[in-house]
């Protein structure tokens, strides 16, 4: 089945630094990524819809350009968390649609600012 | 604005016996339903869909029931294993079969199955 490789599953970093999370779709190609945010004990929550070759389309409340996606080519989409802080830390996953009607997630990344 | 809800944050079953799982939603636009289910530190896991044409859909052990009227579905597990000990999401979408669509999750709902 289509699989969505997401990488890394977790990652440490200290507070100011950027860090970057990889979504890859390995058999398929995926044109559209979506890429949610889950608090613990908290529903996932859109942040952005990224699709390939066009810019990225925020949810309201999500900063851009602190939270900066890029969709290149048909197999990889990027989250890139620019300037993090402790608030940043949170549980982030990949998401693209397959067909028919589908939806396949990536593992999640556990990012911790410390 | 919470279009999906999922009232019940937990729910504790004993094995063998009937898990369900309810989920309503205010969307009247939504037309397709998903569960997922979770473990900590992992990504969602689909399990069962269902589309608004449709009332009821199962796969072995789940059963998703859908409710247009009162914007209301419930996913059966029959019987319940301790292996499903885990959070399930319902989800929904605007436009089965539309590969641009995103997807908008209830809270989640723990369920523990005790052996």
């Known amino acids: 089945g289509a699989v969505v490789s997401q990488h890394p599953s977790w990652v440490i970093c200290k507070s100011g630094t950027s860090v970057k999370i990889e979504c890859r779709s390995l058999d398929f190609q995926a044109t559209t990524m979506f890429w949610y945010r889950q608090f613990p004990k908290q529903s996932l929550m859109l942040m952005a819809t990224?699709?390939?070759?066009?810019?990225?389309?925020?949810e309201q409340g999500v900063e851009k350009d602190k939270f900066l996606i890029n969709h290149a080519s048909l197999t990889l989409s990027t989250l890139t968390v620019t300037s993090a802080h402790p608030e940043d830390s949170s549980f982030y996953i990949c998401?693209?649609?397959?067909?028919?009607?589908?939806?396949?997630f990536g593992s999640g990344t556990r990012l911790t600012v410390v | 604005d919470q279009q999906v809800k999922q009232n019940s944050p937990s729910l504790s079953v004993q094995e063998g016996r009937i898990s369900i799982l309810n989920c309503d939603y205010t969307?009247?636009?939504?037309?397709?339903f998903l569960w997922y289910k979770k473990y900590p530190a992992e990504g969602p896991t689909f399990l069962i869909s269902i589309s608004s044409i449709k009332d009821k859909n199962e796969d072995g052990r789940f059963t998703v029931f859908l409710n247009k009227s009162a914007k209301h579905l419930s996913l059966h597990i029959v019987p319940s294993q301790p292996g499903d000990s885990a959070v399930y999401f319902c989800?929904?979408?605007?436009?089965?079969?539309?590969?641009?669509?995103?997807?908008?999750f209830g809270g989640g709902t723990r369920l523990m199955v005790k052996p």
């Open positions: 989800a929904a979408s605007r436009g089965y079969n539309n590969a641009g669509n995103m997807l908008t």
């Open positions: 990224s699709n390939e070759g066009s810019k990225a389309t925020y």
């Open positions: 998401s693209a649609p397959v067909w028919p009607g589908g939806y396949t």
């Open positions: 969307n009247s636009m939504f037309d397709y």
